[in-house]
């Protein structure tokens, strides 16, 4: 991400030296895509302090500050936490630049607490048994009030407060089996509904159980951020959505190997669709056997990440068991990142050729129609803010715009009942 940042505070100063850079305002953004948490990336002036505060409920509220260092930079860790009752969030950042207030924003959209909690307990026990129900979160970070609900056979129900601590991951009640039968477990809390069922006295029955939900992989760099999140929710009943987000990778840049990584992920959760957004973080030389390192971006070196690219396809593809939609880029703001972007999009389409299973959803025409980038579209009869400041991720609006193409597009296949 640190590297991210020095790319975009490039293309927001045209190229020049963050050293050197006079900023028009402060540049932040904001990566959700550690679980539970979220931190802040800022470029400015240097030595220049920068607030960050967020904006809800009318008001905002500060979340931090920090004085930039000798480049222009700085981060600030676990500045705020997912939350279950407000998903769409949007940051502010103030600062001086050259002198003068000036502020920037950025927004993100974080996971919904629908699969947040996990409710362990044994599905048959004897009458008069102590029932040991074991709750965690997932998230790890705790701070939780609950109201648990027990429902007995026969439409009785108890239900009690409990308080997760912040930071507390885990806690482990006991409830009593009195009614032979089964009687249903349930935890709720704004935005956050779980339940579990166990039987008493009885062999546990089939009620509830459901089969196996096909599995949707949402991969990428971190503009799938927001977007794997949204899928989640809408595909929720119908599959399971397992997000694999690396923001700053790329597949031709050097410290992260997209090609072995996308085999150990698919060998592991074994989807039966791929849904993949990546490619904002390319035009790195790559190094080729019997020609060394390979610059950007002649005709080998389209050529080999074109290779790259149709390999992922078809690892992702399982053999041709899975279903593979791959996204394309729409253009950033910068007009030499346009170039690039299109040499990469181009090899995206042309990597395609060929697989069967593989189909190209070309956001590319969705965002920026004839590779005019706009910050603002119509959308449903809405005018809609879709990117963020650095002129390359999306705001929410823009994510849910793209999870909206990606559903239609998995509807049209008929791949997820």
């Not at 991400?1 to 991210?4: C, D, E, L, Q, R």
């Given at each position: 991400?640190?590297?991210?940042l020095?790319?975009?505070?490039?293309?927001?100063?045209?190229?020049?030296?963050?050293?050197?850079?006079?900023?028009?305002?402060?540049?932040?953004?904001?990566?959700?895509?550690?679980?539970?948490?979220?931190d802040f990336?800022?470029?400015?002036?240097?030595?220049?302090?920068?607030?960050?505060?967020?904006?809800?409920?009318?008001?905002?509220?500060?979340?931090?500050?920090?004085?930039?260092?000798e480049?222009?930079?700085?981060?600030?860790?676990?500045?705020?936490?997912?939350?279950?009752?407000?998903?769409?969030?949007?940051?502010?950042?103030?600062?001086?630049?050259?002198?003068?207030?000036?502020?920037?924003?950025?927004?993100?959209?974080?996971?919904?607490?629908?699969?947040?909690?996990d409710?362990?307990?044994?599905?048959?026990?004897?009458?008069?048994?102590?029932?040991?129900l074991?709750?965690?979160?997932?998230?790890?970070?705790?701070?939780?009030?609950?109201r648990?609900?027990?429902?007995?056979?026969?439409?009785?129900?108890?239900?009690?407060?409990?308080?997760m601590?912040?930071?507390?991951?885990?806690?482990?009640?006991?409830?009593?089996?009195?009614v032979?039968?089964?009687?249903?477990v349930?935890?709720?809390?704004?935005?956050?509904?779980?339940?579990?069922?166990?039987?008493?006295?009885?062999?546990?029955?089939?009620?509830?159980?459901?089969?196996?939900?096909?599995?949707?992989?949402?991969?990428?760099?971190?503009?799938?951020?927001?977007?794997?999140?949204?899928l989640a929710?809408?595909?929720?009943?119908?599959?399971?959505?397992?997000?694999?987000?690396?923001?700053?990778?790329?597949?031709?840049?050097?410290?992260?190997?997209?090609l072995?990584?996308?085999?150990?992920?698919?060998?592991?959760?074994?989807?039966?669709?791929?849904?993949?957004?990546?490619?904002?973080?390319?035009?790195?030389?790559?190094?080729?056997?019997?020609?060394?390192?390979?610059e950007?971006?002649?005709?080998?070196?389209?050529?080999?990440?074109?290779?790259?690219?149709?390999?992922?396809m078809?690892?992702?593809?399982?053999?041709?068991?899975?279903?593979?939609?791959?996204?394309?880029?729409?253009?950033?703001?910068?007009?030499?990142?346009?170039?690039?972007?299109?040499?990469?999009?181009?090899?995206?389409?042309?990597?395609?050729?060929?697989?069967?299973?593989?189909r190209?959803?070309?956001?590319?025409?969705?965002?920026?129609?004839?590779?005019?980038?706009?910050?603002?579209?119509?959308?449903?009869?809405?005018?809609?803010?879709?990117?963020e400041?650095?002129?390359?991720?999306?705001?929410?609006?823009?994510?849910?715009?793209?999870?909206?193409?990606?559903?239609?597009?998995?509807?049209?296949a008929?791949?997820?009942?």
């Open positions: 991400m640190a590297t991210f020095l790319a975009a505070a490039a293309a927001v100063t045209g190229g020049v030296g963050l050293a050197q850079a006079q900023f028009a305002k402060p540049l932040l953004v904001a990566d959700a895509t550690k679980v539970g948490h979220i990336y800022l470029a400015g002036e240097l030595g220049a302090t920068m607030t960050v505060r967020e904006q809800a409920g009318g008001g905002t509220r500060r979340l931090g500050a920090i004085v930039l260092d480049r222009g930079h700085g981060v600030i860790k676990d500045a705020a936490r997912w939350r279950c009752d407000r998903l769409s969030r949007r940051f502010l950042v103030s600062g001086l630049i050259a002198g003068r207030p000036m502020t920037g924003s950025y927004g993100v959209r974080t996971p919904s607490c629908r699969e947040r909690l409710m362990a307990l044994p599905r048959q026990v004897p009458r008069g048994a102590k029932v040991l074991r709750i965690r979160d997932r998230w790890r970070i705790g701070d939780l009030r609950l648990l609900c027990v429902t007995e056979p026969g439409g009785r129900r108890r239900c009690r407060n409990l308080r601590a912040r930071n507390n991951a885990r806690i482990t009640k006991q409830l009593r089996a009195g032979e039968g089964r009687s249903r349930e935890l709720t809390a704004p935005g956050l509904r779980v339940s579990e069922t166990f039987s008493v006295g009885e062999p546990p029955g089939r009620e509830g159980r459901e089969g196996r939900k096909p599995t949707i992989l949402a991969a990428g760099d971190s503009l799938m951020q927001g977007v794997d999140a949204s929710d809408r595909f929720a009943s119908r599959a399971r959505v397992s997000r694999d987000v690396i923001p700053n990778s790329g597949i031709s840049k050097p410290g992260f190997d997209w072995r990584h996308s085999r150990e992920r698919t060998r592991r959760v074994r989807p039966e669709v791929s849904v993949i957004f990546l490619g904002a973080n390319e035009g790195f030389g790559m190094r080729i056997p019997g020609r060394g390192l390979v950007c971006c002649n005709p080998v070196w389209i050529a080999e990440f074109t290779s790259r690219v149709r390999r992922m078809v690892t992702y593809g399982r053999g041709g068991r899975a279903d593979v939609f791959w996204l394309s880029v729409p253009a950033p703001r910068d007009r030499e990142r346009q170039l690039l972007q299109g040499a990469v999009n181009a090899s995206v389409l042309r990597a395609a050729k060929g697989l069967r299973r593989v190209i959803v070309r956001l590319d025409r969705v965002f920026t129609p004839g590779g005019r980038y706009r910050d603002v579209m119509t959308y449903r009869g809405r005018r809609l803010r879709v990117r400041g650095d002129g390359i991720h999306f705001s929410p609006a823009g994510a849910e715009i793209v999870a909206d193409k990606v559903a239609a597009a998995l509807r049209s008929r791949v997820v009942r």
